[in-house]
């Protein structure tokens, strides 16, 4: 089983729809979790943190996280075309600075 | 401000040849990264630096030598690369403390390519 797990897509939404884009991860103890979007041939941009179980909103994005469930999740509401890009799901493994990144999952929003 | 900056932007080698690849930040960051990020696929850890002290060692070949000359600059060397080598290197800075909350801030990349 892989440490942290994403669906690779492609995920295709209109635009003005709700993006949903999903991670589970394996280790219990993990800590804090992370969403990176990643435009072709740039780096990766932090977009969100969440650290406690619930949601965490910040403009157009929510991130949820349920530690029981090992299962974090970003929204993304009123998508724009500009949202076209990989998102990245990140989990801290280690008590520390480790960061495990999921593969990603490629999101199109369609005009 | 969350900048780091990487130079240079894009690098060609050869593989007999010697080269360094350089990362900065000026955020007060007491964590540094390497990464490694070949085409379709995600990063992958190579080196963490904690305090300047290197922390892990994710089995890199010694071909690829970090240093950290002081908490705001971070290096690597590389000597004798392969083709396979060939990859977006990505450097990332952190605060550093602990409590399992780090936030890792990335920086442009550099894109090597070894002929």
């Known amino acids: 089983q892989k440490e942290v797990e994403q669906n690779s897509g492609p995920l295709s939404v209109p635009e003005g729809a709700i993006a949903s884009l999903n991670c589970t991860y394996s280790?219990?103890?993990?800590?804090?979790f992370f969403w990176y979007r990643q435009y072709s041939g740039k780096s990766p941009e932090l977009i969100m943190f969440?650290?406690?179980?619930g949601d965490k909103e910040d403009g157009r994005f929510t991130a949820q996280l349920n530690k029981a469930s090992q299962y974090v999740s970003l929204l993304i509401r009123d998508s724009q075309p500009s949202d076209s890009a990989t998102y990245l799901c990140?989990?801290?493994?280690?008590?520390?600075?480790?960061?495990?990144f999921g593969a990603g999952t490629i999101l199109r929003v369609k005009s | 401000d969350t900048e780091v900056t990487q130079t240079p932007k894009h690098l060609v080698m050869g593989m007999t040849n010697k080269k360094s690849l350089k990362c900065e930040q000026h955020?007060?960051?007491?964590?540094m990264y390497w990464y490694k990020q070949k085409a379709k696929k995600p990063p992958e850890l190579m080196f963490v630096?904690?305090?300047?002290?290197?922390?892990i060692n994710e089995s890199v070949p010694s071909r690829f030598s970090p240093e950290c000359p002081n908490s705001s600059l971070l290096n690597l060397h590389l000597h004798a690369l392969q083709p396979e080598d060939s990859a977006l290197y990505l450097c990332?800075?952190?605060?550093?403390?602990?409590?399992?909350?780090?936030?890792?801030?990335f920086g442009p990349g550099t894109r090597l390519t070894v002929l």
């Open positions: 969440i650290y406690s179980n």
């Open positions: 955020m007060g960051h007491r964590a």
């Open positions: 280790d219990r103890g993990s800590q804090s």
């Open positions: 990140a989990v801290n493994i280690l008590y520390g600075n480790k960061l495990v």
């Open positions: 990332a800075s952190s605060p550093g403390g602990s409590g399992g909350t780090d936030t890792q801030y």
């Open positions: 630096y904690s305090y300047e002290k290197l922390s």
